[in-house]
């Protein structure tokens, strides 16, 4: 067995004197797809935010591609590969498109730069005809391709992707699974947040039920079956 590539520790998470994290623990193999279910306030944001190094670990350790990253702030994470679409998009919707992929690019090696926008424009076409457009001005979907794209651009070695299918429209679903497949394909390690629980086990290869800032079960995603997810996702499941 070689080691995971993104591990877990006994991870808490607080804000203030709310607990969101108590002490999580799990891993993610290289390659593979964690989908991360629960229902509302279980901690799956928090879990997206403190991989991501938007929020400090209170306790516990975070190890990934053999190194300890606790504590890392974002932008330290990103450039080694680590990163987090947050929820709500994370689009700058005062710049254009092509400001908003060519700023993503900022951290790509220079020569490579060019390139990195031309495949996020070829993943997502309708982004290339509104390259000029103010960001803000597209619609949600539109906006979330551009988050997505945003994470791509930097070749990533694990992507946490938090709830990118809220409030989308099923055609725009689709897209954003589309994308995230176009990442596996290219070997990139998933972490998925999802609402539509049995689209991302059909994703995923493990999965995880938090409860309460911990996990309630977890597993291989060909043994969660209806019955577990009843029992450990009550009616959310569907
Ligand atoms: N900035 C914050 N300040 C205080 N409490 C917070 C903050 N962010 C989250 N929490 C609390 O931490 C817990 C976990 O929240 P988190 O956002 O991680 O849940 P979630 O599983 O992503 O929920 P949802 O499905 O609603 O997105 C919740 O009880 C929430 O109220
Ligand atoms: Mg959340």
Redesign the pocket.
Known sequence: MTDPLLTVDAVE?R??A????AGLSLTVAEGSVLAVV????????????VLGGLVRPTAGTIRFAGRDVTGWGAHRARQAGLVHLP?GRGVFTGLTVAENLRMAAAIVPRSERADAVGRAYTLFPVLAERRRQLAGSLSGGEQQMISLARGLIVSPRVLVA??MSLGLAPKMVDVVFEGLSEARGAGVTIVL?E?YVHRALAFADHCVV?HR?AAAWSGPVAEATDDVLARFLGTSAA
């Open positions: 998470v804000y203030g709310a607990l969101a994290l629960g229902p509302n306030g279980a901690g799956k944001s928090s879990l997206a935010r929820e938090d709830e947040i609402q938090l800032g």
